[in-house]
């Protein structure tokens, strides 16, 4: 599967500027318009929808022109400012895969669809990002909110990279109804719709590949400032670091709060098992208050190799002999949400695979041959229904498998309990939502990202397809009923992830940067 991704800056490369949000909920449709041309001479106007960021380090410098008298640089294909307003250009639903945009089209998100919605611009491209828990408490539903990632760049140098302790707050409501105005007269709040990012960085020699956070026990909170937040990155260079982001988290949230740089300069422990072969599979095993197991990191490289890291009392230690089964590149692991010592893995060679760590020879005890037409390329393992999995393919398809199915490690594949053909690239990322067990989010190399819900049952006089028409009534294309929502308007989309904290909210990073949202569908 082809991971790389364009290292180019969306907000300020020789004038361009990132393309508008794109959006598709199943029952309702965003626009299609061609845009209005622009007058050369009217020079460059401010797009009011994109978020600034305010860092001691910045990013992306994005100022109002009242403050700087610096406005935005954007395209000539921006819609331009008109002292009369003109009619609406009738719109119709674009469906991804089927339409193809013209030089002078332009997809907007139905902002009636979206609960909140806000893009985040960065210098460098994150291939990959973890959504860090706060102790602002679980199940907040009220906004503005607020939002802690931590990610890692894909620079043009290597000596360039860097970890990423990512701030996001002021995440306003931006739902926009059909009758309602989009502009804000006389409303003083109306400058705060502008989300602020802000950041501490780490430097980090070589490309990050992917990057995983420690998990904490839910309700938990975060540790004492003084007690480690353990971060692992996979980077380019064959090596897995261990980082404590806990001031840097500290910094963000604590005005004054000065870092101590010796213990997040430099990596806790670096697992160099791997010898140059680089990777991308990464878990941490879930940690509860309840638990004694230890801490535990799994890594898989390209050379088919996984590898156990464990913490014990005298730090971390690899062990040296390898999980050894998959006859080509691992690419994503999965601990057991309900068996401390079960683990699942895909491969490139096709295959998912059940391992216990217990097990003399380190081969896996159970395993999905040929479990996709192609590359295994993300799996998912449900924490509310511990015997489903889903799986990715580089096909672009999507299924669900019954674990109590498996009868053995190398066994015929069975069928699996659902399967979805919708994208139409390879998907590239997969997460059951956190506490709907019948829900989860999908990304794919075809620029969408897509929302579902297991439990919705077909009516017994359809076919198991439902129709999606245009204004005209023209039959579009069947659609899976599971399917509730698609989001698009990024480009070349990696990784997917339910915030834990903020019921239904999504984090998706793209080459052009990232996406939180939170639809009317989930």
Known sequence: MKRSAEATDTMEVEGQASAKAQALSIGTSPVRRKEAPVDPEMGEFEDNWEDEIDSEEEIVEEQEDDENGKSMEVDGVQRAMEDEE???????????????????????????????????????PCLSFDVLRDSLG?????????????????ADHSSKNEVLVMKMSQLHRTQKDGDESDNDD??????????????????????????RARPLAPGAGLPPPSEPYHVATWADTGKV???????????????????????????????TAHGRAEGFAMDWSHSSP??????RLLTG??????????????????????????????????????????FASCSADRSVRIWDVRVKGRKNVLGIMKSHESDVNVITWNKGTTYLLASGGDEGGIKIWDLRNLKGASTPAPSPVASFSWHTAPITSIEWHPTEDSVFAASGADDQVTLWDLSVEQDEDESGTKEMLTASGEKLQNVPPQLLFVHQGQKDIKEVHWHPQIPGCVVSTASDGFNIFKTISV
């Open 138 to 154: 679980d199940e907040r539903r009220k906004y503005p909110a607020t939002a802690y990632i931590v990610s890692g760049t894909q």
């Open 301 to 342: 490289d390209i050379a088919s190799k996984i590898y156990l890291t464990t913490l014990g009392t005298a730090g971390f230690n690899t062990a040296n002999q390898a999980f050894a089964s998959h006859t080509s590149s691992v690419e994503d692991i999965q601990w057991s949400p309900s068996e401390q010592t079960v």
């Open 241 to 271: 670091h261990i980082w404590d982001v806990r001031p840097l988290v500290e910094s963000l949230s604590t005005p004054g709060y000065s870092v101590d740089k010796k213990r997040t300069q430099h990596p806790v422990y670096t697992v």
């Open 290 to 295: 309840s638990s004694s197991s230890p801490v």
């Open 86 to 124: 003109a009619p609406e250009p009738e719109g119709d639903v674009y469906i991804p895969g089927v339409h193809k945009l013209e030089n002078d089209e332009v997809l907007e998100a139905d902002q009636s669809v979206y609960e909140m919605l806000h893009h985040m611009n960065v210098t460098w």
């Open 186 to 211: 006389d409303d003083e709040d109306a400058v705060d719709e502008n989300a602020v990012l802000e950041y501490r960085s780490i430097p980090h020699f070589g490309g990050v590949n992917r990057v």
